[in-house]
C-alpha cells in the first residue's frame, strides 16, 4: 500500500541549483497537486494536473515547473532555486471530487 | 469574500472539553467536504468527509449547512492526542474547471 510517494524527503540546494522532486501514486488517481507549506501558514497550491499530459497553475507557480507525462507521476521542477523557495513541499492525488491523498513531504532548503 | 474561511484559532481547551470549528465557503455549487488533520511539519491526513445528512465517527461529528454555505467539525471529551490544525476542504467541478480549496487551518491545543 504505498499510496503517494515523494521523493526525496530532504534536500539543500544553493541559490541558482535546480532540481526534480518527484511524485508517484499508485491509486490510478486522475488528479495530482503539488503544495507547499511555509512555517505557520497554510498550504499553497502550486500546480496541478486533471490527467496525464495536462497541468495547470495554482496560486504561486512563479519559478516551478510540473509535468505528468505518466498518469502515475508528477513532477516538479525548480530551474533555479532562491531562497524564497524554502519551504516543505507536498504531493498530493486524488479522484475528482473526492478525497486527496498526500505524500509524506519533501522538505527543501535553499541557500 | 474568500473561497474557504477558518477561524486561525489558536484553540486552548482542557481535556474531556467539547469544541466545534466552522469553515465557511463561497461558492453555493460547491460538491464535497472533506476535515483533515495536520500534526506539526507532517502531511495532512484525512479526518472525515462531511455528507448532507451529517456523519459521527467516534468523539468526532461533522455537518454540512448548505443554506449558510459552512461546515463544523466537532470533538467532544477532548484528548491531548487532538492537538493539532484542522484543515477543511471544498471541491467543485463542472463547466470545465476544477476547484479545490484548503482553508488555512484551525490550531487545536488540548491543555491538560
Known amino acids: 500500500n504505498a499510496g503517494v510517494t515523494q521523493t526525496p524527503k530532504f534536500r539543500v540546494l544553493k541559490t541558482g541549483q535546480s532540481m526534480t522532486l518527484l511524485c508517484a501514486q499508485d491509486?490510478?488517481?486522475?488528479?495530482m497537486y503539488w503544495y507547499r507549506q511555509d512555517p505557520g501558514m497554510g498550504l499553497r497550491l502550486i500546480h496541478y494536473s486533471v490527467g496525464e499530459g495536462t497541468t495547470a497553475k495554482g496560486e504561486v507557480p512563479d519559478g516551478y515547473n510540473v509535468s505528468r507525462l505518466k498518469k502515475q507521476n508528477f513532477l516538479l521542477g525548480l530551474e533555479s532555486a532562491a531562497p524564497s523557495q524554502t519551504s516543505v513541499y507536498f504531493c498530493?492525488?486524488?479522484?475528482?471530487?473526492?478525497?486527496?491523498?498526500f505524500g509524506s513531504g519533501t522538505q527543501l532548503s535553499v541557500l | 469574500r474568500k473561497e474557504v474561511e477558518q477561524d486561525p484559532g489558536p484553540f486552548n481547551v482542557p481535556e474531556g472539553a467539547t469544541v466545534a470549528f466552522n469553515c465557511t465557503y463561497s461558492n453555493s455549487a460547491s460538491q464535497s467536504f472533506f476535515w483533515y488533520r495536520q500534526d506539526c511539519r507532517k502531511e495532512p491526513k484525512l479526518l472525515m468527509s462531511?455528507?448532507?445528512s451529517g456523519n459521527e465517527d467516534g468523539r468526532f461529528t461533522a455537518q454540512l449547512n448548505r443554506a449558510s454555505q459552512y461546515i463544523s467539525l466537532l470533538i467532544r471529551d477532548s484528548k491531548l492526542s487532538d492537538s493539532a490544525t484542522y484543515l477543511c476542504v471544498v471541491t467543485f467541478s463542472g463547466a470545465g474547471s476544477y476547484q479545490l480549496t484548503f482553508g488555512k487551518g484551525t490550531k487545536l491545543s488540548v491543555i491538560p
Open positions: 498530493a492525488s486524488s479522484a475528482a471530487n473526492e478525497k486527496l491523498f
Open positions: 491509486m490510478n488517481h486522475e488528479y
Open positions: 462531511v455528507y448532507s
